[in-house]
């Protein structure tokens, strides 16, 4: 198997983190899910630095976004399926 360019925790995910530096818009991700090993391709919509999160599918603002099988905020703003997923379109539900 090639190199992933991001990883996934658990198959509820929603996001998943970028592994490689200097990922382009376009890139045709692998996409690996460390629980079972299994794969699948992933569009990149934009730019995203590495340790940052992209969503694996569309989340709409208010919806719950899973990683490490865990809830770890909200999406305040829509995000696409391949898009960038921060702090300008997510946050915590502590406060």
Same mark, same amino acid.
């Given at each position: 198997?090639?190199?992933?360019?991001?990883?996934?925790?658990?198959?509820?995910?929603?996001?998943?983190?970028?592994?490689?530096?200097?990922?382009?818009?376009?890139?045709?991700?692998?996409?690996?899910?460390?629980? %079972?090993?299994?794969?699948?391709?992933?569009?990149? +919509?934009?730019?995203?630095? $590495? #340790?940052?999160? /992209? !969503?694996?599918? %569309?989340?709409?603002?208010?919806?719950?976004?899973? +990683?490490?099988?865990?809830? $770890? #905020?909200?999406? /305040? !703003?829509?995000?696409?399926?391949?898009?960038?997923?921060?702090?300008?379109?997510?946050?915590?539900?502590?406060?």
């Amino acid at each position: 198997m090639s190199k992933p360019h991001l990883l996934v925790h658990e198959k509820k995910d929603t996001v998943g983190v970028v592994v490689v530096e200097g990922l382009k818009a376009g890139t045709d991700m692998l996409g690996v899910v460390t629980h %079972d090993n299994s794969d699948f391709r992933l569009t990149a +919509k934009m730019d995203i630095p $590495i #340790g940052h999160k /992209v !969503a694996l599918k %569309d989340i709409k603002a208010g919806d719950t976004i899973w +990683k490490y099988g865990q809830d $770890i #905020g909200k999406a /305040v !703003a829509d995000v696409k399926r391949g898009e960038h997923l921060h702090v300008h379109n997510a946050k915590t539900k502590r406060w």
